[in-house]
């Protein structure tokens, strides 16, 4: 299987940390309550919540607003009427695009989301579009230090541990590695890697293409601008597309 863009170009998203840590407050926040909704409150038994936590500490979130978000998922204080929804439809080039979304207006969300893929040479599809050309699967991602594999392994370890866990295959890549799984076995596997010693930056149950299209720099950018403006506006959550946009190219948007 062919690597996930969305890991592979998990640096330009770092870099814009700064400038947009509000908008991922608000989107962690909004992680975080449908995390708690799915699987408890409880950070020791619900892994996706724990890594959501340390992701939101990592941006220096304020523990209140932590606290708020788990509050408002369990049911503890009254929440904001948010419904979660998917969005499909095309990029430049024809590239298929797939969004998770959260909102607590979706004729809002509708309206802004055709007018950003419109605005970058896209269009917002009908629903079941391009959902057939992706797959379901668990992620989990491994970042290296300084190139170096997590507790100085080696590939063919990594490699080794990751298939004995129940990984359906692993992907090395510059600064990281991602290893795939069947989103039934995504807690067992997360056991037996932690287990194993490996440290989990991130994880998700995410939409991995089937196939991917060659795109020329040109259309790579263009595709580049389309991504970041839909991972910019609040109420988008995850980005998935069928098309591997190199890092420079996602550096020269502005």
């Known amino acids: 299987m062919a690597g996930h863009s969305k890991w592979a170009n998990i640096k330009h998203k770092k870099a814009k940390v700064d400038a947009f840590k509000g908008k991922m407050f608000t989107k962690l ?9 799915e699987a408890g409150s409880d950070p ?11 992701k939101a500490r990592s941006i220096n979130m304020p523990n209140e607003n932590i606290v ?5 998922g369990s049911g503890e204080i009254e929440a904001e009427a948010v419904e979660e929804l998917v969005y499909e439809g095309y990029g430049p080039g024809g590239v298929a695009v797939y969004l998770d979304i959260v ?26 579009c391009v959902a057939w050309m992706f797959e379901k699967k668990g992620l989990f991602l491994l970042e290296k230090k300084d190139g170096a594999l997590p507790a100085g ?6 490699l080794m541990l990751a298939l004995e866990a129940g990984a359906e295959d692993v992907n090395f890549y510059p600064d990281s590695v991602e290893i795939i799984t069947d989103p039934s076995k995504f807690n067992e596997v997360e056991r037996k890697l932690s287990e ?10 995410a939409m991995i293409p089937k196939n991917k299209v060659d795109l020329d720099p040109e259309t790579s950018l263009r595709l ?5 403006a839909l991972e910019e506006y609040d ?16 550096d020269q948007v502005g």
């Open 68 to 72: 708020r978000a788990i509050k408002r």
């Open 103 to 128: 909102t607590d207006n979706r004729n809002r969300t509708a309206g802004d989301v055709r007018h950003i893929f419109s605005k970058h040479g896209g269009n917002l599809g009908e629903t079941g």
């Open 153 to 158: 392994l080696d590939e063919d370890t990594v």
């Open 44 to 54: 020791n038994s619900n892994f996706r919540l724990r890594l959501l936590i340390d």
């Open 196 to 205: 194993a010693g490996l440290k989990i930056t991130d994880a998700e149950i």
């Open 224 to 228: 580049a601008k389309l991504v970041t």
């Open 29 to 37: 926040a909004r992680d975080i309550m449908v995390a708690v909704r």
């Open 235 to 250: 109420d988008v959550q995850n980005v998935y597309y069928n098309a591997d946009i190199p890092e420079e190219i996602f």
